[in-house]
């Protein structure tokens, strides 16, 4: 009897989004017609999404890749060999075979450390997890002292991974030096910055190294409670989420008496309800209690007084996850990757129209350029690139001029842009910045809770202002009030969502200032028609 | 923010919505109201989840419940409408047994986003917030679905689509519009 083969196919969003479930199903279909048992693991995206869906086999050599899969490939692979661990040469043949993963150069190139398990294990196995060093910093945690931990995380250098960039360890010390009868773990789980997915890729892959992470600040900070405040647009993120934490519950992980000590974590997830201004901390905050998510004034600080007014952890999921590996092998192993300031690794996602899309983690100093490029490849459509909007929809748009720079959060800020949460979205030269800047106004107008003027009034005035400049109503004029506008906006507004609205349309006026000189006549969005095509 | 925009064709009752379920009638709404209060009400900061609840039980939160939540959570029926009306997932009208969120983010407009948002506005003859006048289909934005890598998305139900383009679109909603022969047996016993 020859040895069962064990093949993975992924159950992250991005993947079953294009097909991974029918090619789940067409796989168990074959090998129940050809009585071949397999041993078939549902695995997390190992993040390079242009290969999804991506099938893996494991093999004598190590573990092998084929994709982009369609179930019509299926029939092929099986001839290759997929199901009987073939000869390496029958297997190579095949026009999807991808050789060894881990040899496969855009991963090769990385330094996942918060990723390091993503698409390698089942993420909802806890055996899978704890083979790979899953709870090694739960286990050591629990036999340091509160400020010990406090210190390793101050140590490492790590800061906020939602886009703020605050110290981690700083915020947890006000919370741990804030007296309360009861504490909280809130995990920043909204992730609506259009551009990136990292928070949802980490959640779907490795959802354990967020509940170990959360439980570590618990103890920590001394809170008996968290709370995971997941977008709703994530169902699949939710599933595994709540599977994992019920996992952790059954085997004293989470709960009372954590691993036989007189530690105690609860862990939900409660599910938001689109509104992107939850992503800002105060309304999440708000969100949490059942109002709506109108931002609150600083201070106090949430550490101070957070939610239902206690002191309160605020972290993204990255950060948070990032504390598993940070307890696991020291705050000093982790400092000692990045540059300048910005310490450790950044999980970067390359968006929009590239030709390889995906999940880049590395060290801080990478240049924008060889992300672009170097992994994404340029665009997908082949067309000259032209634009790039980094840290999501409040980031500016940058031109090929500022592609050198180094992706890190002060080199980043020196020129007015954003690292935020480590997303690129990159556009060809189909694009029109004038409608791109009008969006970003929009979007505004759709999401601002309306709680200060600037962002609520503003944001629709910024609208019908760029709409009269794109019809050449009083042209200099307009131009003139737009950044008068951006300046109000900058400067008056009670948090991000008004207060950076305005980075995008600056840069799109510094850089692309042509756009805004062009005609009525070209309709607004006649640029972009090419690029569906 | 939104609620200008829910213009869609009215709905009458003898429809199914997007909780796959006909429209309930006052009665039911207070039972099915009721058992999630008992449920959830005590929790810490109940009324998300008290509205996701009853949003998947009855396929919108009518308005004739708002009293009630807001009397089990002691909060007045305004506080309750603010919260429905603030957050975009939340409808108070009925809406299609199939939603199709079209995502509107940068991502998807750098790879023909734009285009798909116009052809599926066109091919369904929708705007947003719009539902089909046989009820089947109603059409949302969507700010952003993490699916930026396969760009352009859409998500209908729990589903996320990538790579989406007009023609795969044409595909998924044709196969939507097919109803199964039980949904559409006898439309009128449900009131």
Redesign the interface.
């Known amino acids: 009897m020859t040895a069962i083969v064990k093949i993975y196919i992924p159950r992250d969003s991005a993947a079953l989004s294009v097909g991974a479930e029918r090619v789940n199903k067409k796989l168990i279909q074959l090998a129940a017609e050809q009585d071949t048992v397999i041993d078939l693991v549902r695995n997390g995206s190992r993040g390079l999404f242009w290969l999804e869906p991506m099938v893996e086999v494991d093999t004598p050599e190590g573990r092998v890749a084929y994709g982009p899969v369609a179930p019509k490939d299926l029939p092929s692979l099986i001839e290759a060999g997929l199901l009987n661990n073939a000869v390496p040469a029958e297997r190579q043949a095949h026009p999807l075979y991808l050789g060894l993963t881990e040899e496969i150069d855009y991963l090769k190139k990385q330094q996942r450390l918060t990723f390091a398990r993503a698409g390698i294990i089942d993420p909802v196995s806890l055996t899978d997890y704890k083979s790979t060093h899953g709870y090694d910093g739960l286990v050591r945690a629990l036999e340091m002292s509160s400020q010990a931990l406090v210190d390793e995380v101050k140590e490492s250098g790590l800061r906020g991974r939602g886009g703020a960039a605050f110290p981690t360890g700083i915020k947890w010390q006000t919370v741990l030096n804030t007296p309360a009868a009861q504490k909280y773990i809130i995990c920043n789980a909204d992730e609506g910055d259009s551009g990136t997915f990292a928070d949802r890729l980490q959640m779907e892959a490795d959802p354990f190294a967020l509940i170990e992470g959360m439980t570590i600040a618990g103890l920590a900070v001394d809170a008996t409670q968290g709370y995971i405040y997941l977008r709703e647009e994530y169902p699949h993120a939710k599933d595994i989420l709540n599977e994992a934490i019920s996992v952790a519950e059954q085997n004293g992980y989470l709960g009372e008496n954590i691993l036989g000590s007189d530690k105690t974590f609860h862990l939900e997830v409660r599910i938001g309800a689109k509104a992107y201004i939850c992503g800002e901390e105060t309304a999440l905050m708000e969100s949490l209690e059942g109002k709506r998510g109108m931002v609150r004034p600083k201070p106090p600080l949430p550490a101070i007084e957070g939610l239902f007014g206690q002191p309160t952890v605020v972290n993204n999921v990255l950060s948070l996850s990032t504390i598993a590996i940070i307890l696991a092998k020291g705050g000093k192993f982790y400092q000692e990757f990045g540059m300048g300031r910005s310490r450790g690794t950044m999980p970067f996602q390359l968006a929009g129209n590239l030709k390889y899309p995906g999940l880049v983690e590395t060290a801080f100093g990478i240049t924008m350029k060889e992300l672009l490029f170097d992994f994404g490849g340029g665009t997908r459509s082949g067309k000259p690139m032209r634009s790039v909007q980094s840290g999501g929809p409040l980031g500016a748009y940058l031109p090929e001029s500022q592609w050198h720079l180094e992706m890190d959060y002060e080199a980043l800020a020196a020129e007015g842009a954003v690292l935020g949460h480590g997303g690129l979205v990159a556009f060809d030269d189909s694009v029109d910045m004038l409608e791109q800047a009008r969006f970003s106004m929009e979007f505004c107008v759709e999401e601002s809770c309306g709680k200060c003027t600037p962002c609520r009034i503003g944001s629709t005035r910024g609208v019908e202002v760029i709409d009269r400049i794109r019809a050449d109503e009083n042209r200099d004029d307009n131009l003139e009030l737009l950044e008068d506008l951006c300046d109000t906006m900058v400067s008056g507004s009670l948090c991000a969502m008004g207060g950076m609205t305005p980075f995008p349309v600056q840069s799109a006026l510094q850089y692309f200032g042509e756009d805004f000189q062009k005609d009525a006549g070209a309709s607004p969005s006649s640029s972009n028609q090419e690029a569906g095509q | 923010?939104?609620d200008a925009n829910r213009q869609g064709a009215e709905l009458d009752t003898q429809v199914l919505t997007s909780n796959g379920k006909g429209l309930a009638n006052q009665a039911e709404i207070e039972s099915v109201v009721a058992n999630i209060l008992v449920e959830l009400k005590d929790i810490?900061?109940?009324?998300?989840?008290i509205?996701?609840e009853v949003q998947k039980q009855l396929g919108y939160v009518p308005d004739s419940s708002l009293p009630i939540i807001g009397k089990a959570?002691n909060i007045s029926r305004a506080?309750v409408h603010?919260?429905v009306s603030?957050?975009?997932?939340?409808s108070s009208k009925p809406r299609g047994r199939h939603i199709i969120e079209v995502c509107r983010?940068?991502?998807?407009?750098?790879?023909?986003?734009?285009?798909?948002e116009s052809h599926a506005k066109a091919a369904l003859g929708l705007d947003w917030y719009q539902t089909s006048l046989d009820k089947e289909i109603t059409l949302e934005p969507?700010?952003?679905?993490?699916?930026?890598?396969?760009?352009p998305?859409i998500?209908i139900g729990?589903?996320?689509?990538?790579?989406m383009?007009?023609e795969q679109f044409d595909e998924i909603v044709d196969e939507l519009r097919t109803v199964p022969l039980a949904f559409s047996a006898n439309p009128t016993e449900v009131k």
């Open positions: 923010m939104t810490p900061g109940p009324l998300l989840p509205l996701h959570l506080e603010g919260v603030f957050y975009h997932h939340f983010a940068e991502s998807c407009q750098s790879v023909g986003g734009r285009d798909l969507v700010f952003c679905l993490g699916n930026c890598a396969c760009s998305a998500r729990e589903e996320v689509y990538g790579r383009d007009a």
